[in-house]
């Protein structure tokens, strides 16, 4: 009889183990890895929140992704850090906690633009209010009488006349001369024919003489209460110290009447520009209407109040004179038959609009 064999249990099979521990490292690593993952995440979120919140973040690039913000961003510019190094300094020190309404320390300045203009000595545009227009000049500096002037008329009254008349505009004589030849103003010059003829004293405008002159009539005639003065013989001096005269009677706040502008040639437009001349008187000998109307609009004054004066022989001049001025505008003639300037006669009284020919008297 065969013996038969024992048979032992089965054991389990050992083929499935070594896959099980294959497989055992990968999911231990894939475990890291997502944990790495999450970990990572979790720290730029934090450290994208605090950017997110950080002054900086201000002026960083928008996300591409932002297609929601509708704002428009201003960066600073590295040209104006440059030019302005003082707005990064307030920057980093500027108070967070400003009021409502206030405006942040570091807030950029306004960059002031300041523009150069060179001064302009003299104002072309007539003015529209002056009061002397459309008035007819009563030309009176041969006598110490004021006249009869009415409230719509202007009387010039003479170097020693010590008041305004009572009605109208008065205007003061001034000289540019010595009136009396004292020989308190000097240094004096010997060039001028009508010093002579009148025995003035001609004073040499770069010597102390010639400031103290007119400082003294200008103080004086100011005290008296006149507003507006004639500077007579202006044909005897430059331009430029004409036009110095009249700076200074601006300074006493007194109004200047040109005398004769055309015989200063080159600087006659100049001298009838400057914004503190107020009318134009001319003498015979000194310009006709035409010059003068040329002469205004030259010097941008196309309506300045013009005054011709004659006496003696010049009644025939200013006859023809008021033939020409009366297609102009603020022109008026006048003639005096008691000596130089002893009264005034009408010959053409001046209108604001042309085409007018007045009254003409003896």
């Known amino acids: 009889m065969t013996a038969t064999p024992m048979l032992r249990p089965a054991l389990p099979s050992r083929r499935a183990e070594p896959q099980q521990t294959a497989y055992r490292p990968t999911a231990r690593l894939t475990l890291k890895l997502l944990a790495s993952a999450l970990v990572g995440a979790a720290i730029t979120l934090v450290l994208w929140q605090d950017r997110s919140h950080s002054p900086a973040s201000k002026t960083s690039a928008p996300v591409a992704g932002d297609i929601d913000s509708q704002e428009t961003v201003v960066y600073p510019s590295a040209r104006l850090r440059l030019r302005h190094p003082d707005i990064d300094r307030e920057a980093e020190t500027a108070d967070t906690e400003a009021e409502p309404g206030e405006i942040p320390s570091n807030f950029p300045r306004r960059v002031h633009t300041l523009t150069f203009t060179p001064p302009v000595r003299y104002v072309g545009g007539a003015r529209k209010d002056n009061p002397l227009a459309g008035k007819q000049l009563r030309y009176l500096i041969g006598t110490d ?5 009415g409230d719509d008329e202007i009387v010039e009254v003479s ?35 009508t010093a002579k003829e009148y025995n003035e004293g001609q004073i040499d405008p770069r010597g102390p003489g010639w400031e103290k002159n007119l400082r003294e009539q200008f103080a004086l005639r100011k005290q008296q209460g006149f507003e507006y003065i004639e500077l007579d013989n202006p044909d005897a001096y430059a331009a430029k110290d004409v036009i110095g005269a009249i700076d200074l009677a601006a300074a006493y706040g007194l109004k200047v009447i040109a005398k004769n502008p055309l015989l200063l040639e080159k600087g006659a437009a100049s001298y009838v520009a400057h914004p503190n001349v107020y009318g134009i008187i001319v003498e015979r000998g000194a310009g006709g209407a035409a010059e003068v109307e040329a002469l205004r609009r030259k010097a941008g004054k196309p309506h300045l109040p013009t005054w011709f004066v004659a006496f003696g022989a010049g009644r025939s001049w200013a006859g023809s004179v008021a033939s020409k001025a009366k297609r102009y505008r603020n022109m008026g003639v006048t003639y005096s038959s008691a000596g130089e300037y002893g009264n005034s006669i009408d010959i053409l009284a001046p209108s604001e609009s042309t085409g007018s020919t007045g009254p003409e008297s003896m």
């Open 159 to 193: 170097y020693d006349t010590s008041r305004p008349a009572r009605r109208g505009i008065s205007i003061a004589y001034c000289n540019l001369f010595d009136e009396r030849n004292t020989g308190r103003y000097g240094p004096y010059l010997k060039s001028s024919d």
């Open 145 to 149: 009488s004021l006249g009869r002037a």
